[in-house]
């Protein structure tokens, strides 16, 4: 599988399918992904329709940086091979595919896919997901299949394994940070769910320090007005961005290259904190 492109995702807004007005708009947002959903946003009736107004708008361009990416139905259902074919040839960045339960379903959906120079993202959303998120997240570095990331489907496992949903998310601790080791063993992204009230942004600000601090590259939102706050929650502030940028090259100094840790500032600075430091200079360049 190719080598991943570091982008930013730190907002991945998701796009109601069969919503003609919001698609168009989507253009003028400022979110780093854009996930055309195809899938619980629309109704059945619907899914016809929604499936080429999404192929239609991705088709047409016109998003600037932003990753497009296409939420499939399920290909075990009536609408999964439609939308999958639809979605290539329409050419977003990433088709994303609901409820991954195992590593085989991804290999399946690359089989289709072929060698088609698209990303695969997968949802974990189910009981079955938490229990096989270390598999799922190998597909890429076993050469399997080409997997950027992962998202977390809170609202789904919530219905799922009936815990509550409340503040600070006690209940879905061990499920996150399960999911978030297995991205990094596995080498790629891991995207936090949804926060449902749009009327607490107190409470998403805090979901989003929470996810920021465990670790996650950024969050899904339901609505554009999530995009701005949820932005600079997974962006460095100034006094990170100072620290990052100081030691970002510290070991490419002479006098330094052959250390492994060396004191600046008073603090103790190894290798891998440079490598951290590079990273988030990239993130705040690339916002």
């Not at 190998?138 to 503040?167: C, F, I, Q």
């Not at 962006?235 to 030691?247: G, H, K, N, V």
């Amino acid at each position: 599988m190719p080598e991943p492109q570091f982008r930013p995702r730190r907002s991945a807004l998701y796009m109601p399918g069969a919503n003609a007005r919001a698609l168009e708009k989507a253009r003028e947002i400022a979110a780093d992904a854009l996930i055309f959903d195809l899938e619980d946003s629309v109704a059945p009736e619907a899914k016809a329709e929604a499936r080429a107004l999404v192929a239609d708008a991705v088709a047409a361009g016109g998003f600037g940086r932003r990753e497009r990416v296409i939420r499939i139905n399920a290909l075990d259902g009536p609408w999964g091979r439609d939308d999958l074919h639809a979605a290539l040839a329409a050419g977003p960045d990433a088709i994303l595919v609901p409820k991954v339960s195992s590593p085989q379903m991804l290999v399946a959906v690359q089989a289709l896919l072929g060698t088609a120079p698209v990303a695969l993202w997968a949802m974990l959303e189910t009981p079955a997901a938490m229990l096989a998120a270390g598999p799922i997240c190998r597909v890429r570095a076993e050469g399997a299949a080409n997997l950027a990331a992962v998202v977390m489907g809170t609202n789904d496992l919530a219905k799922d394994t009936r815990a509550r949903l409340l503040p600070g998310r006690a209940a879905y601790m061990p499920w996150l940070a399960t999911c978030l080791a297995a991205a990094r063993a596995g080498g790629i992204d891991i995207l936090d769910g949804v926060f449902n009230d749009l009327d607490d942004a107190e409470g998403f600000a805090a979901e989003c320090r929470q996810g920021r601090d465990m670790g996650f590259d950024g969050k899904t939102l339901i609505h554009p007005r999530q995009v701005e706050p949820c932005n600079a929650a997974f962006s460095p502030d100034a006094q990170e961005l100072d620290w990052a940028r100081a030691i970002a090259g510290l070991f490419e100094l002479p006098e330094n290259r052959g250390l492994g840790v060396v004191r600046f500032r008073g603090r103790m600075v190894e290798r891998l904190h440079a490598e951290m430091a590079r990273r988030t200079v990239a993130l705040a360049e690339a916002g």
